[in-house]
């Protein structure tokens, strides 16, 4: 009898995990109510056991793949036209139907807490927009869907992330990031096409941590944080005894100079990988697992954990031109949009005029572009809860250089300076109807060859700025808006688009990393 019932055990163990074993599983990105892109090839991936053909069927289209020897598969769906929702069934020894699938517009938003703020302060205690309990009333937009990717770092590339599509309702909204949400809205509303928006942010997270391992290590500027941040997790891994309470980490290798570089506390040892600043971990437990999920292009709002010196502001711009380009590599899909939001204003180190100075540097690149935020900031609070323009600025952006609308996109971007008698003239890009809102132009500032900047008198003349002083006879240089927080700064342009802070010298000091780096 015993025998007979072990066999039976056996026999039933062996049934499952043999079931098991055969499950045909998609990534938690295909799941119900998800939005796919139009226009272009949309890859759909799973695992399944090696060898077996996994088919995927969606709007008239069959695709059909083989598990590779790591259990891996992937189809990718031709060109999809707008619309659903839509079934997809994704079939092997076992199958799978999604349900209520879209097909329209999707952007990734990352960055750190700005994004991740979301639309009600119920879900983060630092966020909540103005008149959130508006905003989530009127949130009725079944077209609009968010992923939201559970936080996760990692010292290797994780094959999964967790997360699900929700639709946009009075029920969920307050749980959204609410640059994504709003940008996706005014997107929707614009478009009349679905919009999808993958939201994958970490507070307080560093450029750096949002790398791929690669593309730090063949960087000789950049490898020095890579080595430092292996040597500690590799004396973190070998002595557990560092880790316990009353020890100390005074004899493991030091913590990376990232970006961030702020001083840990002497005490017991932590693993560097749960550590938001340091290179690589988010990338490898956020953005390679949803690699290449098809997307149109990325926001990005990041940069407030920049205050580790002007080593680190003066790198900032070569590490985001780096993301950049390592992502459009590694999506594959050529130089999809990317577009940033510079700082806004505050009394704080963190939000000051050499970091948004670095951040427009991202303009040199190809499809870029970069929302100016210097007049909706909080003095005091580095989450300023009137996102509402913001979302109504990046939307702008893509509305004009994605989708072809016709309208200004940019406030008034420094161009050109030009002697005139005693004054300086100053040219715009995106300068038409200059205007100066509320009064008489504000935060000009001029320096003679002394480098000693003044207030300045500035009047608008056509798209120029004319700005002088009586202190300074023989003007070399103007600064507009170069302060942590040029309250009432007030150049705009007709569209009502404000005037990015800008200054034509070059006068900082330049230390040695930066020397590398710039080549002076």
Request: charged share 20%.
């Amino acid at each position: 009898m015993q025998l007979r019932l072990l066999l039976a055990s056996c026999a039933a163990l062996l049934c499952l995990t043999a079931g098991a074993r055969a499950e045909v599983k998609r990534s938690a990105l295909f799941g119900d109510h998800m939005v796919l892109q139009s226009g272009i090839s949309v890859p759909v991936w799973g695992t399944a056991d090696a060898g077996e053909t996994v088919t995927v069927s969606f709007n008239g289209q069959a695709k059909s793949a083989t598990a590779g020897a790591d259990g891996r598969w992937m189809v990718r769906l031709a060109d999809l036209k707008p619309g659903g929702p839509f079934e997809m069934t994704i079939a092997g020894k076992n199958t799978i139907v999604v349900k209520d699938v879209l097909v329209g517009e999707v952007w990734l938003g990352s960055g750190q807490s700005n994004m991740a703020f979301t639309v009600s302060k119920a879900h983060a205690s630092y966020a909540g927009m103005l008149d959130e309990e508006k905003e989530i009333a009127a949130a009725n937009y079944p077209q609009l869907r968010m992923f939201t990717g559970k936080n996760a770092k990692s010292y290797e590339p994780k094959d999964e992330i967790e997360g699900e599509w929700l639709i946009a309702s009075p029920a969920t909204v307050g749980d959204f990031s609410a640059v994504g949400y709003l940008f996706g809205r005014d997107l929707n509303q614009a478009l009349h096409v679905p919009v999808g928006i993958l939201t994958l942010a970490y507070g307080a997270s560093t450029a750096e941590s949002w790398l791929p391992r690669a593309a730090l290590a063949g960087d000789p500027l950049l490898r020095p944080m890579l080595d430092k941040f292996d040597a500690r997790e590799t004396y973190f891994r070998e002595h557990p005894e560092a880790t316990k309470p009353g020890a100390t980490d005074a004899d493991a290798p030091p913590a990376p100079q990232t970006l961030n570089a702020r001083p840990g506390k002497p005490g017991p040892l932590h693993d560097p990988v749960q550590d938001q600043h340091q290179p690589t971990v988010l990338f490898n437990g956020m953005i390679d697992p949803v690699i290449p999920y098809a997307i149109r292009g990325a926001i990005w709002y990041q940069g407030e954990s920049i205050v580790g010196g002007s080593n680190g502001v003066l790198l900032y711009s070569h590490v985001m031109e780096t993301l950049v380009t390592d992502w459009r590599k590694l999506w594959g899909e050529g130089n999809f949009p990317f577009y940033v939001v510079q700082l806004a204003a505050l009394k704080n180190v963190s939000n000051n005029p050499m970091v948004r100075e670095q951040q427009a540097k991202i303009l040199s690149l190809a499809n870029t572009g970069m929302a100016v935020t210097i007049d909706i900031g909080d003095p005091d609070n580095v989450h300023p809860k009137n996102k509402e323009p913001l979302g109504d600025r990046l939307t702008k952006i893509a509305l004009a250089n994605v989708y072809g609308r016709k309208e200004e996109f940019s406030g008034p971007v420094f161009a050109s300076m030009k002697m005139d008698g005693g004054a300086v003239r100053i040219r715009f890009t995106h300068a038409g109807g200059l205007t100066a809102k509320d009064g008489p132009l504000k935060w000009f500032q001029i320096a003679g060859a002394d480098q000693k900047f003044v207030d300045a008198e500035a009047k608008i003349e056509g798209d120029t700025v004319v700005v002088r002083s009586q202190q300074v006879s023989a003007p070399v240089a103007v600064r507009y808006a170069w302060d942590n927080y040029p309250e009432g700064a007030n150049l705009y342009n007709a569209a009502g688009l404000p005037a990015a802070p800008f200054r034509t010298d070059t006068w900082d000091a330049l230390t040695p990393i930066a020397v590398a780096f710039t080549g002076k």
